[in-house]
């Protein structure tokens, strides 16, 4: 826990340059993701690349829980699940609806019966279905937040119960064959909100979707960075007792903070839904809950873009590397781990740091 | 009476299999609040020396016995490489050692793979271990299952011993009561750290050798425990050998009690629930280290 990473206040005695740099990068994130991308990707890699960028949402939260906050998140895939699973109820419903059936199709397959399920039934209203893509999530983290934090359970053992969460989860969906679709999840989803997903249409609008919600969250983020919350979070982080002796409550600080992370995971999961067509116990157990946090680990985990772009990096050579050499892919995700982790605790985003710290010291004749 | 009592022989059983598996762990844990995720692994190494010796020992029996200090040595050396090379250089960060320690595991993972394939792989019990005993009453008890539930007690008596009586126990549990008061009274803590990874490690090696009797043996089969293992070494207090004996038995039997009541993923999901009131009452775990510190 003593990771210290230089934080972002900016006090008005700070050069221009350095306080145009976050709405300068902000700037061209949007350009990047809105014009560039669509023009020069073909419907395929642009389906892709919402897929990642919805696993950049999910770091966006862990960015804050654990690069800011030092809470070990390995549960993020239970927050990704219960947003994506009531996106994706809610949808199945509307296409069986279309279709003039009362089920969906999973369901009639396994023949329980000819009533949905009483907690199915609600997910047939929009309103309500999207309301619960982030308050169900937020509301099991401030649940299992507050029992645990209040009780001041230590940092391994939060690690531990959060990554029993998303087993028991991922056990509990699988067990539960005829309401939840077992193994195979929800999926072949065609509508979404009465648009065909087919068409391609329809994927960059979800596309777009995507990434205006990626964008928004990383500034809300950053905002929240540079408040006097975030600064409470670092020093939670760092020297949970002064933070006490100071009259604050370390429990409530990283109660938010889990909360708001549960929060955006579960709004990529609901976004994932649209976007890759299926929701299933194998996309949130403990090896993809760790894989969310890889992601930031690689990039730098206390600093927002590199967590966001280091999710899309690992996710992307994930798709590439493994379908052409599983092997090697498996060798080289240990491999990246170990060095991201063990050696470079700031992920790749502080080489830059670590590097101009180098030459300053160089010019200045200092040994470092 | 006789489903109560063959359910909580089930139960016992299968806390026996998580008690071999979190001896192992909480040494390491307690030692230097190391989280090793490669522990699973070092069970999938206990598991395929077995395999591997069966193959050139004809005996199934005799190769059982062989098994059992080779696969200590075997999981035992994969311990302490793996503390000098990583783990004691994140002594200071030991949250990080769980993402590490993942890395890794996910490597030994795919070695095994590669060397013996990804399919499941299976071993001959001894004709010994292959039956059943019926004390009476309707009561079955596997053959196998009695002999993983006397190895574990057998670990748990040896590492007592080890613990109590012997010069590197007593360093040991120095170094897990008060590192600094023990390095500044002249134990060579560095030395201490990776001959108790040796020791656990090598208690995953023969947990994995007792696993071969129960379970396929696969490339994949350390991660089916590891965290059934870790909440063990948390509710029973880390580094406490006694909470972790009770811990597993009391899961074991709470999870064949409710899997026999309910289905198997329920049961896992009251579980879990179970762990986090428990440690609403407890929040260090069943026993704790009497510590001056404010965590």
Sequence with gaps: MTTTTPTAVTPASVPLSERLRAPMGFALGAVLLFGVAPLVLSDFRLSLLAKYLCYAIVAVGVSLAWGRGGLMVLGQGVFFGLGGYAMAMHLKLADAAANGEKLPDFMQLYGTGDALPWWWKPFADPAFALAMTVLLPMAVAALLGFLVFRRRVKGAYFAILSQALAAALSIWLIGQQATTGGTNGLTDIQGFFGYSLDDPVNQRTVYFIIAAVLLL???????????????????????????????????????????????????????????????????????????????????????????????????????????????????????????????????????????????????????? | MTVILNQSFTGISIGAVLLLIALGLTLTFGQMGVINMAHGEFIMAGAYTTYVLQKSISSAGVSLLVALPVAFVVAGAMGALLEWLLIRRLYTRPLDTLLVTWGVSLMLQQLARDIFGAPNVQTHAPDLLTGNISPGGGITLANSRLFILGLALLCVLALTLILRLTPLGRRIRAVVQNRDLAEVSGIATGQVDRMTFFIGSGLAGVAGVGLTLVGPIGPTMGTNYIVDAFLVVVVGGIGQLKGSVITAFALGVLQSVLEYSTTVSVAKVIVLVAIVAFLQWRPQGLYTLRTRSLA
């Design chain 1, 217 to 368: 969250l990383m500034a809300g983020a950053r905002q929240l960075f540079v408040s006097r919350y975030g600064e409470l979070l670092i020093a939670v982080r760092d020297s949970e007792e002064r933070v006490r002796f100071l009259g604050y409550d370390p429990a409530n600080v990283k109660i938010v903070a889990y909360v708001i992370a549960a929060g955006m995971a579960g709004l990529a999961g609901a976004l994932f839904v649209p976007a890759v067509g299926i929701i299933s116990p194998a996309l949130i157990g403990i090896v993809p809950s760790i894989g969310f946090v890889i992601g930031a680990a690689v990039g730098g985990r206390a600093s927002l873009v590199g967590a966001v772009l280091g999710a899309i990096a690992v996710a992307w050579a994930q798709s590439t590397l493994s379908d052409a050499f599983p092997a090697a892919w498996t060798y080289l995700q240990g491999l990246l781990f170990v060095v991201a982790v063990g050696f470079l605790p700031g992920g790749l985003a502080s080489l830059g740091a670590l590097s101009r710290r180098r030459t300053r010291n160089r010019t200045t004749g200092e040994t470092a």
